[in-house]
């Protein structure tokens, strides 16, 4: 799996999480949502995401380019 895929993943698992959160435990987990949906708007605009380094120091393969 590649770091664009993970990260992705996490986003996604983050968001579901934190909406099952919000509706069963406690609305207040509603600010992790938007918080993740920020540091996604954010890395659209400047390329750069805390997870994907941290993501790429854990040794998830980067993806491969035109000429594998």
């Given at each position: 799996?590649?770091?664009?895929?993970?990260l992705r993943l996490m986003?996604?698992?983050f968001v579901m999480l934190s909406v099952a959160l919000?509706?069963?435990?406690?609305p207040a987990w509603f600010l992790f949502t938007a918080f993740v949906g920020l540091n996604l708007f954010q890395s659209a605009l400047t390329n750069w995401?805390?997870?994907?380094?941290?993501?790429?120091?854990?040794?998830?393969?980067?993806?491969?380019?035109?000429t594998c």
């Open positions: 799996m590649t770091v664009n895929r993970c986003a996604g698992f919000g509706y069963y435990v406690h995401c805390p997870a994907m380094m941290i993501l790429r120091k854990l040794g998830v393969k980067e993806e491969c380019g035109p």
